[in-house]
């Protein structure tokens, strides 16, 4: 069974478009995340969300929001696409646990590539 | 604010070879985690290992080894005897003390690594 995924694995789309990526976790874990890797690799935190709090990183535009139905969906809907939205966004999931201890391992999903023509 | 440096951007080895990737981390906490995570060509990324800041201890796994030192703020990562196999992006990451159960993960900017037959 996979542990986090996405849909869909490869995305093309026009700027301007308004486009979801979906994400999915079967581990039970309370906190789910979104990365974006540029295409050098660099791989940086977008979002993290949990039932208690959203965080958004400050240099994410407001044209990104994740979308949170219930405890095992985070979905990343952008609107007006822009072709620097061209990356490979990951999903990853983790459970909190407590400071100190080891239950914090962040599960990634498998990545969709999003490119905007 | 925490940030992780990977200087290595690109290495090359010949098969069985041993290789050093060096990471060496900032962060203000004194409660930390820091990992290390794998990216082969097929994109996916693969968990290697979790250390917390209260353990020092190396670890060894297989041909893997980890060389965590808090008074130079480094954890490096050594291939024994390299494989075309380990080809990939390797990232090193650092995660603080969370803050409603996020942990969000500061990436390196990856160090690429071709092992040659």
């Known amino acids: 069974d996979t542990a986090v995924s996405q849909t869909p694995k490869y995305l093309v789309t026009q700027m301007g478009n308004d486009k979801s990526i979906k994400c999915e976790q079967n581990l039970g874990h309370d906190t789910m995340y979104w990365y974006k890797q540029d295409s050098k690799k660099f791989l940086k935190i977008m979002f993290s969300y949990n039932n208690k709090e959203l965080i958004i990183n400050e240099t994410v535009p407001n044209r990104f929001s994740p979308k949170s139905p219930d405890k095992a969906h985070l979905n990343l809907h952008i609107n007006s696409l822009e072709l620097g939205d061209s990356a490979v966004y990951f999903c990853?999931?983790?459970?909190?646990?407590?400071?100190?201890?080891?239950?914090?391992?962040?599960?990634f999903g498998p990545g969709t590539r999003l490119t905007v023509l | 604010a925490q940030k992780v440096t990977q200087a290595q951007t690109e290495i090359s080895v010949v098969e069985k070879e041993d290789v050093t990737l060096d990471c060496v981390y900032e962060t203000r906490d004194t409660t930390y985690y820091l990992f290390w995570y794998k990216q082969p060509p097929s994109g996916e990324l693969v968990f290697l290992i979790r250390?917390?800041?209260?353990?020092?201890q190396n670890e060894i796994s297989g041909r893997y080894s980890w060389n965590f030192q808090k008074s130079t703020s480094s954890f490096n990562f050594t291939i024994t005897a390299s494989q075309v196999v380990d080809s990939a992006v390797y990232f090193c990451a650092l995660s603080e003390a969370p803050g409603a159960g996020s942990y969000q993960l500061t990436f390196g900017k990856g160090t690429k690594l071709s092992v040659i037959p």
């Open positions: 250390r917390n800041s209260f353990d020092e």
């Open positions: 990853a999931s983790s459970t909190p646990g407590l400071a100190g201890d080891s239950y914090n391992e962040q599960f």
